[in-house]
């Protein structure tokens, strides 16, 4: 049978890690609505893949299971791609926290169940995982391993103060979770894997640089050492070698690729602003 890549997000990120790993499979793009995943599986079916596309909330287990069951029927699941999410500029902090904190932790619970051997994922999470303030060692370990459907109880994570907390916390629980399910999905003989870029020039981007928060990432982007955002080609290019048979060592982490930008935030002759 055909193996099947799910990508789950079907923006320029997604759609560019599909086209780096999908030579030769089926590729499942499922996205927050049809019309949507119907022009990406359109992009991507134009450019000689073969795609079926689907609708999904990631915010919603039974419409995730759903997904897991069509890529089950189409073939091996070899490989996931989570790259859906709302920024801090795009929705409430309800949403932000159900889509991309608890979804992406629901996600990798669905799919960790029935990945083929060999299989590999990765979540694109956000440099924002890193700007926080600092949690625990146990809350560290709370956002890694507590089951998804108690996540959002969780204290801390119920009392963050605004759109900004809650992306940067999701973000915090993205690259976690890895950590975490690493050693569910090592079980089926598959690994699982985030990047974090900074600012990559997407429609989500797009939001930040232009929304409330615009003269803060103005500034980041003219500060970062690369002195320049980057592009969705070069997360499928980091995505591709972690994902692929050269990354075999690799699971359980998260890379960091924002042009620098969290080394100045931290080390820069500004550091220590907010």
Not at 89 to 116: C, H, N, R, W
Not at 228 to 249: N, Q, W, Y
Request: overall charge negative; some cysteine; hydrophobic content about 45%.
């Amino acid at each position: 049978m055909t193996n099947v890549i799910v990508v789950i997000g079907a923006g320029g990120i997604g759609q560019a890690i599909a086209r780096r790993i999908s030579s030769g499979c089926h590729i499942l793009v499922a996205n927050h609505n049809q019309e949507s995943a119907d022009a990406a599986a359109n992009v991507l079916s134009g450019a000689g893949f073969e795609v079926t596309a689907m609708q999904v909330d990631v915010s919603k287990r039974e419409m995730v299971q759903a997904v897991v069951r069509k890529a089950q029927e189409l073939g091996p699941i070899k490989a996931l791609v989570q790259a859906a999410g709302l920024s801090p500029s795009q929705a409430p902090i309800e949403s932000i926290l159900k889509v991309d904190l608890y979804g992406t932790a629901m996600l990798l619970e669905e799919f960790g169940k029935v990945v083929a051997e060999g299989a590999s994922g990765v979540v694109i999470s956000s440099q924002s995982g890193y700007r926080m303030p600092a949690l625990t060692a146990e809350q560290d370990a709370q956002l890694a391993t507590t089951p998804a459907e108690d996540l959002l109880a969780l204290d801390f994570v119920k009392n963050v103060r605004d759109t900004l907390h809650a992306y940067q916390m999701s973000k915090r629980c993205n690259s976690l979770r890895v950590r975490g399910e690493a050693v569910n999905w090592a079980k089926r003989g598959a690994r699982i894997n985030s990047i974090s870029p900074g600012i990559i020039v997407t429609p989500l981007a797009y939001d930040e640089l232009h929304g409330e928060r615009a003269d803060f990432y103005q500034a980041m982007l003219k500060a970062m050492p690369a002195g320049r955002a980057g592009t969705p080609d070069e997360v499928a290019a980091l995505a591709a070698h972690i994902m692929g048979p050269e990354g075999g060592f690799i699971t359980g982490s998260d890379f960091l690729i924002d042009g620098g930008a969290t080394a100045n935030f931290f080390y820069g002759p500004d550091s220590g602003k907010p």
